[in-house]
């Protein structure tokens, strides 16, 4: 059974910093590229960083380029979404995905596997 679990999430005031873990087990984390999506009410869910099976190539939404850094460590089976200089449009519950392959990975619709999402919420 796969299971992905995120934490990390939480409230920080603007220009603050965040990190997110997701802990896979249940599957060879080392085949998957994984993702980081959010979603906030009434909006779809959006992606916003992917990262190779290998950590070779990274992606990311432009509206987190700069800020956000995506890395994983695949003898923990974990990935990580650094966020720094957050802002209140950063708000969200962010979501940890797994896939094979890379070809659209800004898509949800390419994910496999989802984990139940955490909070983050940035006051200004």
């Known amino acids: 059974q796969v299971q992905l679990v995120e934490s990390g999430g939480g409230l920080v005031q603007a220009g603050g910093s965040l990190r997110l873990s997701c802990a896979a087990s249940?599957?060879?984390?080392?085949?998957?590229?994984m993702g980081w999506f959010r979603q906030t009410p009434g909006k779809e869910r959006e992606f916003a960083a992917a990262i190779s099976w290998n950590g070779g190539n990274t992606y990311y939404a432009d509206s987190v380029k700069g800020r956000f850094t995506i890395s994983r460590d695949n003898a923990k089976n974990t990935v990580y979404l650094q966020m720094n200089s957050l802002k209140p449009e950063d708000t969200a519950i962010y979501y940890c995905?797994?896939?094979?392959?890379?070809?659209?990975?800004?898509?949800?619709?390419?994910?496999?596997?989802w984990g139940q999402g955490t909070q983050v919420t940035v006051s200004s």
């Open positions: 995905a797994g896939r094979r392959g890379t070809t659209d990975v800004g898509e949800t619709r390419r994910y496999t596997y």
């Open positions: 249940g599957v060879t984390f080392s085949f998957y590229t």
